[in-house]
């Protein structure tokens, strides 16, 4: 199963057991992307996680 990354357009291979919310990285732009859909494929970037900074 293939998808296409949203950044750079690359196709990215999906490995087998991938699932829904499955974080990744675009082997091209080396951006972190989550799986939105398996059927179509459709990725999407993650969302940048805020730092706490021990709050």
Do not use: H, R
């Not at 199963?1 to 080396?30: N, Q, R, S, Y």
């Not at 972190?32 to 969302?47: F, G, M, Q």
């Amino acid at each position: 199963m293939k998808a296409e990354c949203p950044v750079c357009g690359a196709e990215i291979e999906l490995a087998e057991g991938t699932v829904t919310g499955e974080l990744l990285e675009c082997p091209d732009c080396g951006t972190e992307l989550e799986v939105i859909s398996l059927d179509p494929p459709k990725l999407n970037e993650a969302p940048q996680e805020e730092e706490d900074w021990g709050e």
